[in-house]
């Protein structure tokens, strides 16, 4: 039974994954413009911040278009396959749930966790 609807479960992944990169690759074009200056200035901040995230985890694709759109260049890790990315993941943040985006800090890191906390985390940042 279990192996039934582990079987089933994998099968609705695969039949949404399509759907799902589409989303990302239609919806990801950045909406915001900046000066030069300006943007170089976001990209000294966001050079300290990494995005663990799944592919083709929704909650991932919805933070990972807003990052496009808001045009900040963060760097990602994927935390299902690169087995060191998820032990960081799960060391640092104290569990395995993506997205997650980790901002390193010299009084130590910060891990931040669920997808609105985040997007709304980075309006701010992006002003
Ligand atoms: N409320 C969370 C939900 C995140 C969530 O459910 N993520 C799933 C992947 S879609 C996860 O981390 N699962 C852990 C695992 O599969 O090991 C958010 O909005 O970020």
Known sequence: MRVLIRSFFKLIRLLVTPFLLLWEK???RPQVRREPA????LDVL???M???QFKTCPFCVKTRIHIK?????IRTKDAQHDAQARS???VGGGKVQVPCL???GEEGDVWLYESDALIAHLDT???
């Open 102 to 104: 980790r901002i390193k």
């Open 88 to 90: 960081e993941l799960q």
């Open 26 to 28: 239609l919806g990801s």
């Open 38 to 41: 300006a943007q170089q200035a």
């Open 125 to 127: 940042l992006a002003g």
């Open 46 to 48: 966001t050079a300290n």
């Open 50 to 52: 990494c995005l663990y």
């Open 69 to 73: 759109r808001l045009a900040l260049n």
